[in-house]
């Protein structure tokens, strides 16, 4: 019998290749893409194409009416040809714009909703496989109804449709909604939702420090 030992995750460990040159081959507002040589000890050299960023994270905000219902926008996505219901989203205008600054915008823009708290719930890879692109959720409470404005031409007329944290779920089994962002905010407010009911009870789930403390940063500021 072998004996296998198990080493700890380290994201950071050395790279099984090294990065020998790269060019850029197409620039957007968004994002541009590099073509990017590598050497590897197993194959020798290689190319990727490498999706990069621009202006920091993409943004998306989970937001819960008082009435304890999600406010989800109708998009039409050219790449797919389908609608879809997605949670408001989008990036910066410029590098100065933070992502607490572009959830205020794109709540307001795409949802119709101010908040009076926002709060950084989780930050994930969108496709690691060729992309640099992060993704960062908020979660928005206190929100009162306000003007919205117009997306792109490609959806017109963006309807809004206000679910409860249960009805996004079925949506999410039943393929309703299919956006990867807005499934794991939906997926991070019911843990959070839970979480409150959790503390209520007398328990303190780490979610909630995690929020309590970002409201105590954010204060000290």
């Known amino acids: 019998m072998s004996e296998t030992t198990f080493r700890r995750f380290d994201p950071w460990r050395p790279a099984p290749v090294k990065e020998e040159a790269r060019h850029q081959v197409m620039h957007s507002h968004y994002f541009n893409v590099d ?22 994270d993409t943004v998306g905000i989970i937001g819960l009416t008082d009435d ?18 997605e949670i408001p989203a989008g990036h910066a205008l ?19 909703y ?13 496709t690691p496989s060729f ?37 996004a779920s079925d949506m999410i089994t039943n393929a309703t909604i299919v956006d990867a962002k807005t499934i794991i905010a939906i997926m991070r407010l019911r843990e959070h ?19 309590a403390k970002a409201r105590s940063d954010r204060r000290t500021k």
């Open 35 to 56: 073509q990017v040589s590598f050497d590897s000890s197993q194959v020798g050299h290689f190319e990727r194409f490498i999706v990069e960023e621009n202006n920091g």
């Open 68 to 85: 304890g219902r999600i406010p989800l926008v109708e998009q039409y996505r050219l790449p797919t040809h389908r609608w879809t219901l």
């Open 94 to 112: 410029d590098s100065n714009e933070r992502p607490h600054e572009v959830a205020v915008r794109k709540l307001k823009e795409e949802a119709g």
């Open 114 to 126: 101010e908040a009076k708290e926002l709060v950084q719930v989780a930050r994930f890879i969108n």
């Open 131 to 167: 992309s640099t692109q992060h993704t960062a959720i908020f979660f928005a409470s206190g929100l009162t109804p306000v003007e919205r404005g117009e997306l792109g031409p490609e959806t017109p007329r963006p309807d809004v449709r206000l679910v409860t944290p249960e009805e």
């Open 193 to 211: 939702l839970e979480a409150e009911q959790a503390e209520q009870s007398g328990a303190h789930p780490r979610l909630i420090q995690r929020i």
